[in-house]
T-cell receptor, first 114, second 114 residues
Framework: QQQVKQSPQSLIVQKGGISIINCAYENTAFDYFPWYQQFPGKGPALLIAIRPDVSEKKEGRFTISFNKSAKQFSLHIMDSQPGDSATYFCAALARIQGAQKLVFGQGTRLTINP | DTAVSQTPKYLVTQMGNDKSIKCEQNLGHDTMYWYKQDSKKFLKIMFSYNNKELIINETVPNRFSPKSPDKAHLNLHINSLELGDSAVYFC?????????????FGPGTRLTVL
């Protein structure tokens, strides 16, 4: 099953708060899990990514937590800022005929209130 | 300098027409992709090309035909446009198409079929 389920669909957080977005997958063939950030009118851009042999990865205010046994991973944005307001997509990568296939979650529209 | 560029940015056309979207990357990447983002923001891969060779062809109507004249270009031609083709189409590229290569997305082309 090549699906990635993402929740919530939308999220409103106060400035300075923690934003948490969750994703789950079924296919154990996925072996890389990136998060993309998309601003209105722009293409998605890679934010942070994690391998399945790591339980957590942190880059600045952004942290991915990964639970391989539960097939779940989440993005935490600490000290959320209005500039973080965007749509966030989790994704999972599988290898197809030696090439990568990126499967996206449904997206979370994050709004940070000042 | 734009890494992945698409033209046009907006495309409005009538049902039944044939149209093309052009994509160019100046990153020296070997692999290029086309994605469709529907009105609910869901992103789904359509095609993947590696060194001008088709690698991934998702369940896309054969009215859609990608063409890669060289590895820096991947154009999308759509015949007999239908209302349901209205969406934002994103081109992307990655270095070798390996699992952990970052995909870089273009700014998107918003196609509206009337």
């Amino acid at each position: 099953q090549q699906q990635v389920k993402q929740s919530p669909q939308s999220l409103i957080v106060q400035k300075g708060g923690i934003s948490i977005i969750n994703c789950a997958y079924e296919n154990t063939a996925f072996d890389y899990f990136p998060w993309y950030q998309q601003f209105p009118g722009k293409g998605p851009a890679l934010l942070i990514a994690i391998r399945p042999d790591v339980s957590e990865k942190k880059e600045g205010r952004f942290t991915i937590s990964f639970n391989k046994s539960a097939k779940q991973f989440s993005l935490h944005i600490m000290d959320s800022q209005p500039g973080d307001s965007a749509t966030y997509f989790c994704a999972a990568l599988a290898r197809i005929q030696g090439a990568q296939k990126l499967v996206f979650g449904q997206g979370t529209r994050l709004t940070i209130n000042p | 300098d734009t890494a992945v560029s698409q033209t046009p940015k907006y495309l409005v056309t009538q049902m039944g027409n044939d149209k093309s979207i052009k994509c160019e990357q100046n990153l020296g990447h070997d692999t290029m992709y086309w994605y469709k983002q529907d009105s609910k923001k869901f992103l789904k891969i359509m095609f993947s090309y590696n060194n001008k060779e088709l690698i991934i062809n998702e369940t896309v109507p054969n009215r859609f035909s990608p063409k890669s004249p060289d590895k820096a270009h991947l154009n999308l031609h759509i015949n007999s446009l239908e209302l349901g083709d209205s969406a934002v189409y994103f081109c992307a590229s990655s270095l070798k198409g390996l699992v952990r290569d970052t995909q870089y997305f273009g700014p998107g082309t918003r196609l509206t079929v009337l």
